[in-house]
């Protein structure tokens, strides 16, 4: 049995835990492994990218010099990603992403990657890049495959460091460590690109450009490997939700390979059995009383539980500056809106029919909804209003929630009249003192 079989037939029979995202793209693979169509599985190939990786490639910290072992997560990743090719050999899976938390040997493998695309890909004058949006990020990566190559008497003879890149002798190609800030993004000819910490790239300029410079390659690979963060609305979010898509088998792409290791509820962070569904190397890779120790902490600290459920169990989350809980703002529960269909003066005799108290010039109508309590009250015009009737709710009537509906104006681009918004930052904006110094919005005082 191969290390594919192995693992992803393992997860689908319950030997090894994995979340629901990691059970359906296993389903899938079995399925492509078992039924070829216009791809199918070929374990030389497959193998000769592993067997090159393990024999050539050293660990570049920790135990430094000791021959990078893959672990059985790993190998059967790269055999799907390798070993599925067409009638010409070669391979179906141009893009591959890769989403578990962290430590679990991500640069590692990604700088061990990038080595064997350079000179085992057969492929000439390989451009390989090392991606992230600021030069020092980029380089982890970068610095990992060049101690890599200091390690391998083999790899130095043929590999050698120049002033930016790490250039090979026989085939022209070079690995590079590229920012997106760099003024040198066009006119690349990319085979394989590697991001390391997607979720750290606020813009998808660097990822567009990238996908696109592949063009002229036979086989071209771009390889992200990351955890969650917390830039909400980003590259990395949209990449997620189209790997989700292809998983779910909403979205059709047969070259898009994704493995999402993630928990499949808020509440397993504190489930010990279920860590490993978001850290695939846990007690190899990554050690468990390291996870245990910071899992700990978060209970204890709340500023640094949020740190904890993004990059160790990839859930989503805001930071904690944030002034709403990224729970608070993807709120799912459902509101009757027939209700909202009522006529103003429908409105006003439901009101009207249920018990009013008057507090401080304020009436607060109280009704039932099924099984809850509802306070209703119109503040009136502006937020010193608002303000004092919302704190008037809280100390009177001990409300566990407030909504807050109303007319507003804004300036973002794309909205149109009686569209739904929801803010995650706010600023006060009908303000203008800039007659005096202020800058637009600010208060003075």
């Not at 790269?78 to 179906?92: I, S, T, W």
Request: glycine share 6%; net charge negative; proline share 4%.
């Amino acid at each position: 049995m191969i290390e594919l079989e192995e693992y992803f037939g393992g997860i689908l029979n319950g030997d090894i835990i994995a979340c629901e995202k990691m059970k359906r793209i296993s389903d899938i693979l079995i399925e492509r492994y078992q039924h070829p169509d216009k791809y199918h599985y070929d374990h030389n190939i497959a193998v000769k990218h592993i067997e090159f990786i393990e024999r050539f490639c050293k660990q570049p910290t920790g135990k430094i010099g000791q021959p990078l072992k893959l672990e059985l997560f790993q190998k059967a990743r790269l055999q799907a990603l390798f070993g599925f090719v067409d009638d010409n050999n070669l391979r179906q899976y141009n893009e591959c992403l890769i989403v578990e938390g962290r430590k679990n040997g991500k640069t590692t493998e990604t700088a061990a990657v990038e080595l064997d695309l350079l000179i085992n890909d057969k492929e000439g004058a390989p451009q390989i890049y090392n991606l992230a949006t600021m030069l020092e990020q980029a380089k982890l990566g970068f610095n990992a495959a060049h101690k890599m190559v200091m390690q391998s008497p083999t790899l130095a003879k043929w590999i050698r460091k120049r002033a930016n890149d790490l250039y090979c002798e026989i085939n022209f190609g070079f690995i590079k460590a590229l920012a997106s800030n760099s003024n040198s993004l066009d006119g690349l000819d990319v085979h394989a690109a590697v991001i390391d910490e997607l979720a750290a790239i606020k813009d998808r300029d660097i990822y567009d450009l990238i996908k696109q410079a592949m063009g002229a390659r036979r086989q071209p690979l771009l390889f992200c490997i990351t955890t969650n963060g917390f830039v909400r609305d980003s590259i990395f979010d949209a990449q997620y939700e189209y790997a989700a898509n292809v998983i779910n088998g909403s979205v059709n792409n047969p070259r898009f390979l994704p493995f999402i290791y993630e928990l499949d509820a808020m509440e397993e962070w504190e489930k010990p059995e279920c860590w490993i569904k978001a850290n695939p190397g846990l007690g190899t890779v990554k050690s468990y009383d390291y996870l245990q120790q910071m899992v700990e902490k978060g209970k204890n600290d709340p500023s640094f539980k949020p740190t904890v459920l993004v990059k160790d169990f990839n859930m989503k989350q805001n930071p904690v500056s944030a002034w709403l809980n990224f729970e608070d703002i993807v709120n799912e529960e459902a509101v009757d809106m027939e209700y909202l269909k009522n006529s103003p003066d429908d409105i006003r005799k439901k009101l009207n029919s249920g018990n009013v108290k008057k507090i401080s010039g304020f009436d607060f109508y109280i009704d039932k909804e099924g099984e809850k309590t509802v306070i209703n009250a119109c503040c009136g015009i502006a937020k010193v209003n608002a303000a004092l009737c919302t704190q008037l709710l809280i100390l009177n009537f001990k409300v566990e929630k407030v909504i807050n509906t109303g007319i507003a104006g804004a300036t973002g681009a794309g909205l149109n009249q009686y569209d739904f918004v929801v803010s995650t930052a706010a600023v006060y904006h009908d303000v203008d003192v800039q007659i005096f110094g202020y800058k637009p919005g600010q208060v003075p005082g």
